[in-house]
């Protein structure tokens, strides 16, 4: 599964891992599917749910609904504007309305875009931190497996270039190391349900 392009800047087109002591002889190296290893850690999905979440609650905003009441109120008010059947006193005090109550809905409107922009940015600067913390878990367990077996070289596979193909193309008698890391990451996993939300 490729990664996302918000996810894939943070990782290292190719190399994962460098040992940092090569033994003699020929070197061993292992491959790891990123996209797969920590799409599959359960703090992803815990965290996953918690952005979607957010970002539910951001579209319950009563500012929205209220904007709508607006729309209708001004559209009723411009019928009444050009309805030949009211003076033109009577128009004049519903243009008068009219230019009142848009002015309304343009603040309103202004004001529930820029909170909705600050409250995006906040989630998406989260969602940073929290990945940047996510994979330094998968990049740890990925160490750890190498060190204790040996492997000097781990590359990642899950990449992709500009034309759609995997940034490691070949790689001779590597070992995959995505399943044992998987396992090793979600080890302690809480035995509270984990949300299964498919959204990314």
Known sequence: MPLHPWLRSFIPAALVLLAPHTRAGKPEFATLDMAR????????????????EARKTLQKDPRSETIKLLDVELKDLKTQIQN????????????????????????????????LQEQRNLINRDMVRT????????????????????FDHVFE?????????????????????????????N?????EKVPTNSGG
């Open 37 to 52: 290893a920590f799409q599959s850690y359960h703090l992803t999905v815990v965290a996953r749910a918690k952005v979607q």
């Open 187 to 191: 080890k302690k996993q809480s035995k």
């Open 84 to 115: 030949p059947s009211f003076t033109e006193e009577q128009r004049r005090e519903y243009y008068r309305r009219y230019v009142t109550k848009n002015h309304e809905r343009t603040s309103l409107r202004r004001e529930h875009e820029q909170y």
């Open 131 to 150: 990945t940047r913390t996510l994979l330094g878990d998968v990049r740890t367990i990925v160490q750890k497996i190498a060190e204790e077996e040996g």
């Open 157 to 185: 596979v899950s990449g992709e270039t500009s034309s759609q193909l995997s940034t490691l193309i070949y790689i001779r008698h590597a070992t995959d190391l995505t399943d044992r890391v998987i396992k090793e990451l």
